[in-house]
């Protein structure tokens, strides 16, 4: 029998066995993330689900971490799969909208929202395995690197104008911020040089470098690339298919989301409290460096942000890619 429970936030289902649904709902109703757990195999999943491209919202920010806590909350899971609904984009990164004409008590709890997901994810007790099949611009790219593992789609898939002429989908992952003409803060391009390194990062920073999947590997930015051509039925492999949310069924047979769940897998059966310890060797330094400098972080961007001369870009920025995606 399935019992579904429902609070403000967060619907559970729960289903069949050990198998646990929820679904994190918006205020207009819609579900912005949708989180399925396997409490057999240890395994979570975590589907970024805002379309038209899991830009991140105060309230995209807080549905994330809101299930990444119920699934840590669960002492039979170790691992999480965080992946997106859109099999063109993984995240575009901040919400442009919470940033143009921002509301003065809105904008602060925006960016709060962004720090926490920051602490929340790069210091989860679980391992978190980024199915990167789409674009990771900006913040899309610095939600991937807060996770543990990274794999990202080689491109392959489909294509678009058909016949010989066929277009190749090429994603791309970078912290690109210059490229808007702003910076990324301080402890998310210090996140880059953790990744990549001091010398590649400073380049890549300063050059606002979007990287195609075979760069993000060479240079570390993620640590394996998959084709996305779905395989015969035959290799549908146990498990993955019951663990993907509803909307993503067809992921099934997707070799990039079937590496993951054999990543995923692999951490859930190293001993926790070894693989927590060794996070913390690596991550609590800078998750304290994060805190202590939070509320300056804070008044720093709102107070960029709120530029005359920095709100009549954004403005600029939202009407071109408006434009753009009109045109199309
Ligand atoms: C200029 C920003 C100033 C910020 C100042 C603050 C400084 C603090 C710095 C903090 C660090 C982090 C910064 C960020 O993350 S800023 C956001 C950066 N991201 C982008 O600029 C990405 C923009 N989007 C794209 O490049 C493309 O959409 C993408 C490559 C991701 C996908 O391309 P595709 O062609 O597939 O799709 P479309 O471009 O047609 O877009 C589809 C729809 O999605 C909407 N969209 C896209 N990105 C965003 C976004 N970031 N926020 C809100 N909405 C977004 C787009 O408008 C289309 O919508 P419609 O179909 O409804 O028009």
Redesign the pocket.
């Known amino acids: 029998m399935n019992t579904v429970i429902r609070s403000q936030l967060l619907r559970f289902s729960v289903g069949r066995g050990q198998q646990f649904r929820f679904s994190t709902a918006a205020a207009n109703g819609n579900d912005l993330v949708i989180g399925t757990v396997d409490e057999t195999l240890g395994i979570a999943m975590l589907t970024m689900n805002r379309p ?2 899991n ?1 991140l919202s105060l309230e995209m920010n807080e549905a994330i971490c809101t299930s990444l806590k119920t699934m840590e909350s669960n002492p039979k899971i170790q691992s999480v799969i965080l992946s997106s609904s859109n099999p ?2 993984f995240s ?6 919470e ?1 143009v004409s921002p509301h003065p008590d809105r904008l602060p709890k925006f960016w709060n929202s962004l720090q926490q997901l920051y602490l929340d994810l790069y210091g989860s007790r679980l391992a978190v395995v980024a199915a990167i099949q789409g ?1 990771a ?3 899309g790219c610095f939600l991937a690197m807060a996770c543990d593992y990274r794999i990202m789609s080689s491109g392959d898939i489909g294509g678009e104008g058909g016949g010989d002429m066929k277009k190749r989908f090429v994603p791309t992952i970078g912290l690109n ?1 210059t490229q ?3 910076a ?2 301080p402890w ?1 391009g210090q996140l880059l040089v953790r990744t990549i390194g001091f010398r590649q990062a400073e380049l890549a920073l300063a050059m606002g470098t979007l990287f195609p999947p075979d760069r993000a590997l060479s240079i570390g930015l993620v640590d394996a690339i998959e084709s996305e051509q779905h395989g015969a039925e035959s290799t549908i492999i146990e498990g993955l298919s019951e663990l993907l949310p509803s909307i993503s069924k067809d992921q099934a047979s997707n070799p990039l989301m079937q590496k993951a769940f054999k990543q995923a897998t692999t951490f859930a059966k190293i001993p926790p409290h070894a693989r927590v310890a060794s996070k913390l060797v690596t991550r609590q330094s800078h998750i304290h460096d994060m805190i202590a400098t939070r509320d300056e972080d804070t008044a720093h ?1 709102c107070g ?2 709120t530029q005359e001369a ?1 709100q009549k ?2 403005i600029a ?1 939202v009407e071109a ?2 434009s ?3 045109k ?1």
């Open positions: 038209p491209a830009s063109k984009i575009a990164g901040l919400d442009v909208s940033l674009h611009p900006a913040a911020e808007l003409g702003i990324a803060p998310m961007f960029f942000v920095v870009n954004l920025y890619m408006k753009k995606s009109k199309k």
